[in-house]
């Protein structure tokens, strides 16, 4: 990936990317802190909460002894007042931790106060009260739950004992009632840490002292809403890692039942005075953090800049490089490894600057030797823009070099196609060039003007390791070649006319002596006359033979395609030459009829060769069965003889020129060991194939096979 | 056939062997024969009278076939047939053929040459006289004369 910033940003961002993991390591580190911290708090929370549990269990405990002690002096059965009411106060100061000490009636009438009450008032009942009911139903001693005292209207705590007449059951009961602030007094001499609150409640969840609301209406004691309270009051110890308390704080806390009564005591901080340490902690190391990172950064510009600045450098000389100035140099000199690479830059810029020159001479005498040579040549990028031509490019098609260098390729085609025979054509095999980068053509051009010429273009493909760079193009002269090629041939149509005429004139004659005295004035006459025609049908075929070669070699055998009946033709060769012969029997047989498309003239000659060949090598005579035969896309047409055959060690050589299976053999009948390889080369520009079957002694067949014309006849 | 005798065939060949040759076998067998040495003497002699065929060879100095069978062609309509004598030169005879009725391969047989003639001059009874030829051909014989 390549990012667009600076050396010195990509420093920096990889010194901070390296810091990342130690801030990581810092936080991880203050969760854990924070994590222990809250759990110390919390075991603290239990601490207090359990202590002050035990605590209000022996407040409880003592009101209940002073309760029962009364209870047992006989003065509480009496149950009247006069006596009652002066003994308890005159107790009551040894109890100062208790409002009041009350005697009730079993009916709950109060008999006796250690409060001063003025004598004649009325008593008030406490036979409603629950714990009342309970301590004469159950016999024992009990707390109150929270109440309102109905004398003070202020929330009171009452420790109850049955008095019990001589046979043990209740008769009345002893209520010690505890001073309100009673466990603030006794927890008046523990340290309480900042924001640190303790609170009970009695076994109904209703809040009987609470040390951060001193003053709380009566609705607000009821705590039975908070679901820990519930838990807590069922007997298990509570642990609030966090939560939000009535008067808004988020707090820790735990809560845990006095043993003995049930009561119970939550102890709660807040998180922050919890967490106090860690958080210090944190900052301080948030700090040495800033620090170090600071450091870091200012270290890393420090190092940006000792890299960069010789990066600069270097940037700026390769700029002057490229743009030419192989001469300059840059000088580093900070000893380390950016020295050396400037050293090293220094030898490559001058290496470069000998090799550019060697380049430069070396492509000038690419130009020149291009320039030099008697082709024209011209270069194609891929884009089909010139990028060179030679001065024969320019004189052969008058092109100007300032004038298509540089342009697409169709300027100059154009202009050539201007000057040729046919420019649409031209232009045609240029558009295919142009839309195949890699193809390979050759082909002739031929100029009308300026003046007539015949040039042989032949366009490749240009490849440099493998890479293709565009299109060269190499247009040679061979106006002179092709000048020279027609004098060859209209000479060898001259030597062929001028060689045949005078056999024409000696066959002609001699068979005009024939018919003057077929039987001649001598016998032997005839004989000679005879001898004298077959010898000049033999010296015209030899002539044809050679002329036929010789444009086989030159590979000018030109073909004139026609559609002709195969069998029709084979039919009339078989009976032109049937006359020819006393000694054989031609036979033909072929279906209806075998369209095909061919030379007729040159088909003509291979049939004539087939035959002659075969009554030529049968001296004995015999049948000479000549067949046409369709199969599939094909004619094949079978030449048959039972003559002298073919001996096998001679065989694979037959088509080959100048090759004559029976020369100095009984049947060398002479001929240039032609007949067969022109045949086969008929046949074959025709894509038809050409075959035999030979034993010697017996007779050979020979096959040619001709696709069928595949026009619908 | 004895009609057809009597009509005149043009030999145009530079052989004077050769060109004896036919006119002595043409002339036994009842033809008319106008013997022409080349094109040029051809050409000259058709403008006096047009026979019923011509045999023209192809290699003559002055006039060759190729050029004689262009100009007769364009002088003259397509109603004399030609048959070309060739040694199956067939690269140069190629155009000239197209405008000729037929060929006949030197040497030849002088029965072929027979059949050959008897075939084409049947095939053209309307001739025998002279034809005649176009303003154009009249424009261009007198270009010749000059």
Known sequence: MRLPFSLRVKLLA???????????????????????????????????????????????DEAIAVGTFMASQPVAQTFDTSQLDP??????????????????????????????????????????????????????????????????????????????????????????????????????????????????????????????????????????????????????????????????????GALATSPKYGWVVGATLPVEEALAHATVALRLRLLSYSGLAVLALGLASLLAWFLVSPLKQLTAQAIAIGKGELSRRVTIATGDEMERLGTVFNEMAARLEITLDDLGESNAQLKAILTATDHAVVMEDLDGRIGFLNK???????????????????????????????????????????????????????????????????????????????????????????????????????AAHELKTPVASIKGYTQLLQRWAPEGHDPREGKILKIIDRQSDRLSRLVQELLEVSRLQLGRMELRKERIDLVKLAKEVVEGIAPTTDKHHLLF???????????????????????????????????????????????IVAVRDRGVGIPKERQERIFEQFYRAHAGTPYDFGGMGVGLYISR?????????????????KGSTFYFSLPLSRKEN | MTTEKHKSVMVVEDDLDLLDLIAVILTEEGYRVVPATDGRDALAKVAKEMPALILLDVWMPVMDGPEFLARFRRMYDHATPIVLLTAAEEGRIADAEIQAEGHLSKPFDLDELLRCVAVYVSENPGSGGGMRPSAEALESQNDEMV
């Open chain 1, 87 to 252: 003994y308890l106060q005159s107790l009551a100061p040894l109890y100062p931790q208790y409002e009041r000490i009350n005697v009730y009636d079993i009916r709950g009438w109060n008999a006796g106060t250690s409060l001063p009450y003025s004598p004649g008032a009325s008593r008030a009942s406490v036979a409603d009260r629950p714990y009342f009911q309970e301590v004469l139903a159950t016999n024992t001693p009990a707390v109150s739950e929270v109440l309102i005292s109905r004398r003070t209207f202020r929330p009171a705590i009452a420790a109850a004992v049955p008095i019990r007449d001589d046979k043990g059951q209740p008769v009345g009961v002893v209520s010690v009632t505890l001073v309100p602030d009673l466990l603030a007094r006794k927890l008046a001499g523990v340290p309480l840490a900042p924001g640190q609150d303790i609170f009970t409640t009695d076994h109904k969840a209703r809040a009987a002292f609470d040390t951060r609301r001193q003053q709380m209406a009566f609705w607000e004691r009821d705590y039975s809403r908070f679901p820990s309270i519930q838990q807590a009051l069922s007997g298990k110890p509570v642990r609030l890692r966090s939560f939000l308390s009535p008067i808004g704080d988020v707090r820790l």
């Open chain 1, 681 to 697: 080369q008929v046949v074959e520009r025709h894509n038809g194939r050409i075959r035999f079957e030979s034993e010697e002694g």
């Open chain 1, 14 to 60: 990889s010194f901070l990317f390296v810091l990342l993991p130690i801030f990581g390591i810092l936080i991880a580190d203050f969760r854990v802190e924070s994590e222990r911290d809250i759990e110390g708090a919390l075991d603290e929370q239990m601490r207090i909460a359990q202590t002050v549990g035990a605590v209000l269990d022996t407040t409880f």
């Open chain 1, 392 to 494: 024969r490019m320019e004189e052969w098609f008058g092109l100007q070099a300032e004038d298509v260098l540089g342009q697409k390729d169709e300027v100059m085609a154009t202009r050539i196609a201007a000057l040729t025979r046919d420019p649409e054509a031209f232009l045609q095999r240029r558009r295919y060039l142009s839309e195949h980068a890699t193809a390979v053509l050759e082909e002739e051009v031929e100029l009308v003007r300026p003046t007539p010429r015949i040039f042989r273009l032949y366009a490749a493909p240009v490849y440099s390791d493998g890479q293709l760079l565009g299109r060269i193009e190499h247009y040679s002269d061979i106006t002179e070649h092709r000048r020279l090629e027609r004098l060859r041939d209209e000479f060898l149509s001259m």
């Open chain 1, 589 to 635: 047989q072929g279906p209806a009829s075998a369209i095909i498309e061919a030379d007729r003239n040159r088909l003509e000659q291979v049939l004539i060769n087939l035959l002659d060949n075969a009554i030529r090598y049968s001296p004995e005579g015999g049948d000479i069965e000549t067949r046409v035969m369709i199969s599939e896309d094909e004619a």
